[in-house]
T-cell receptor, first 117, second 114 residues
Framework: DTGVSQDPRHKITKRGQNVTFRCDPI?????LYWYRQTLGQGPEFLTY????????KSRLLSDRFSAERPKGSFSTLEIQRTEQGDSAMYLC???????????????FGQGTRLTVV | AQSVTQLDSHVSVSEGTPVLLRCNYS??????LFWYVQHPNKGLQLLLK??????LVKGINGFEAEFKKSETSFHLTKPSAHMSDAAEYFC????????????FGTGTRLQVTL
């Protein structure tokens, strides 16, 4: 399978615990994105990387959230001191570089569903 | 700022009848527009995209959408619904030069009945 993969698929954690999610993008894609989707809503942009550089962060990404892409390949999203409001589906997507500044298709993983109890 | 409004949160059609899912967009610049589909327990899949070429865009599984700048609309249609089309559909906008960052609508749940 050469698509975007995310691990774990499901995570249940107690409030106050830290959690970390992993995303493996399509290998030749240099752009990687994290989105969050809550029940009944469309996904919301959190952050994106071009290679290893984190180029943009949404104001939704509070100080408790941190994302890394250390070697420009896989990425991790960590949430510290989880709160019940963090319960959501966390989606990762990747896309190839656009040489003309246009938009290229984003390919999504199946997501990690986080439940904070 | 860019945004999309999906006018119906839920649409129900009978199998074999036409499908119309409505979307209006707001953008200060020339947008790229997409429709994504999300089946339960599956990732988001791109149905079709408009990127300033032909205004009538054909996608996978018989879906198509027409970009109407005067109406700021990008409605999704299919001539004949199939049971397998039942899913959540998202209208999405992106602006050139924003590194393909996507802004999603709230979604339309399509139900297909026998």
């Amino acid at each position: 399978d050469t698509g975007v993969s995310q691990d774990p698929r499901h995570k249940i954690t107690k409030r106050g615990q830290n959690v970390t999610f992993r995303c493996d993008p399509i290998s030749e894609h240099n752009r990687l994105y994290w989105y969050r989707q809550t029940l009944g809503q469309g996904p919301e942009f959190l952050t994106y990387f071009q290679n290893e550089a984190q180029l943009e962060k949404s104001r939704l990404l509070s100080d408790r959230f941190s994302a890394e892409r250390p070697k420009g390949s896989f990425s991790t999203l960590e949430i510290q001191r989880t709160e019940q409001g963090d319960s959501a589906m966390y989606l990762c997507a990747s896309s190839p570089h656009s040489f003309d500044g246009g938009n290229t298709e984003a390919f999504f993983g199946q997501g990690t569903r986080l439940t904070v109890v | 700022a860019q945004s999309v409004t999906q006018l119906d949160s839920h649409v129900s059609v009978s199998e074999g009848t036409p499908v119309l899912l409505r979307c209006n967009y707001s953008s200060s610049y020339s947008p790229s527009l997409f429709w994504y589909v999300q089946h339960p327990n599956k990732g988001l899949q791109l149905l079709l995209k408009y990127t300033s070429a032909a205004t009538l865009v054909k996608g996978i599984n018989g879906f198509e959408a027409e970009f109407k700048k005067s109406e700021t609309s990008f409605h999704l249609t299919k001539p004949s619904a199939h049971m397998s089309d039942a899913a959540e559909y998202f209208c999405v906008v992106s602006i050139a030069g924003t590194a393909s960052k996507l802004t999603f609508g709230t979604g339309t749940r399509l139900q297909v009945t026998l």
